[in-house]
């Protein structure tokens, strides 16, 4: 690892349910990847911020001046304040800031951020390529040390506990990134980048999901020792193994400190794509476990689906002491992601 400084001792990825200072977004900007549904993304990024922007600073990405002047005016149409929303100026084509953004670690008394080499899902995606930039352009403005890791990799591929456990997939950083490594050599740059001692691979993520089996899409901490993880009940459900299998996995999995974890089955949605030749009829990566952590409200994506309240429930029985709010995501995940792909949480 290539450092600003070499001091990196007691630097942790925090929890998601660790105080934030911010939450960033990048603001939707290419209709092509949402199939003509820009203007419901938009109202979907109002109401986001919306919720959050109540408890902590937003800070969002826009494309320039003209773009900043139009959403400044779309906020304040909303009823959002504009004094907590600080605005950044870079070139960008995709919104999945989780993804080619920066991963935050802190000690006791400064922040940092990690810079992971960001390769465009695997190289599937090459017009994506000036997103591994955006940071890079942005970074004297964060004004905070950057560690920069040799390693391809995106942010919604790993899930802390923030005590020294990371969940992660051998789909995604294994089988399908870092091609020249081997799982030793891939584990040993992780737990140096977010300081975890303590690494539990899962084998698979969800079905046609493109960035290759995120674990955002699959299983996520709500406490030290606690996973909810996506359970699919149909055996004839094309997730249905691969969801089994990484479910068993947790079940028999033991954190930092060698305690067992308290693994909840979170029931799945059911959404297939209908946008013509793109992937019409294709089933859609949608999941519940792709929810977002505020300070005090949790947002969860929603997909019309039966299960929608059943796991609507579960999430809010994780987090008694706050507002769990369902957002529709339906439009949404015609880019690819929900609601977690689309933020990134930067600690206290």
Not at 49 to 64: Q, T
Not at 83 to 109: A, C, H, L
Request: proline letters at 3%; hydrophobic letters at 35%.
């Amino acid at each position: 690892m290539q450092n600003d400084t070499q001091d990196k001792d007691g630097f942790i990825m925090p929890a998601e349910w660790d105080e934030h200072s911010a939450t960033w977004l990048a603001w939707p900007n290419d209709d092509d990847y949402f199939s003509n549904r820009i203007e419901k993304i938009e109202k979907i990024y109002l109401k986001i911020i919306s919720l959050l922007h109540k408890d902590e600073l937003i800070k969002l990405i826009v494309l320039d001046q003209a773009t900043q002047d139009r959403v400044s005016a779309l906020l304040e149409e909303s009823g959002i304040g504009l004094s907590k929303i600080i605005f950044y100026q870079s070139e960008y084509m995709d919104v999945w800031v989780r993804d080619y953004g920066p991963t935050f670690v802190k000690n006791s008394s400064e922040k940092a951020w990690v810079k992971w080499r960001y390769d465009c899902y695997g190289e599937k995606f090459p017009e994506l390529v000036k997103d591994n930039d955006v940071f890079l352009n942005l970074k004297e403005q964060i004004g905070l040390k950057m560690n920069s890791v040799d390693i391809a990799m995106e942010g919604g591929a790993i899930e802390t506990n923030g005590r020294g456990t990371i969940l992660t997939t051998k789909e995604c950083l294994i089988l399908n990134r870092n091609k020249d490594k081997t799982k030793e050599d891939t584990e040993t740059i992780l737990k140096q980048a977010v300081g975890a001692s303590n690494i539990i691979w899962l084998n698979k993520g969800l079905i046609n999901d493109h960035t290759d089996g995120h674990i955002d899409e699959v299983a996520r901490f709500v406490g030290p020792t606690k996973v909810l993880c996506g359970f699919e009940d149909d055996i004839k459900d094309e997730n249905y193994e691969r969801l089994k299998e990484n479910f068993e996995i947790l079940e028999n999995a033991l954190d930092q400190d060698g305690n067992k974890l308290e693994v909840v089955k979170l029931p799945m949605p059911h959404m297939y794509y209908d946008d013509g030749e793109k992937h019409n009829g294709m089933k859609a990566p949608v999941s519940y476990a792709n929810f977002y952590i505020g300070n005090k409200t949790v947002l969860v994506s929603l997909f019309g689906d039966e299960n929608d309240e059943k796991a609507l429930e579960i999430i809010k029985s994780c987090f008694p002491t706050r507002e769990v709010v369902g957002i529709d995501c339906t439009d949404l995940i015609y880019g690819g992601g929900a609601l977690h792909c689309i933020t990134q949480q930067e600690p206290k």
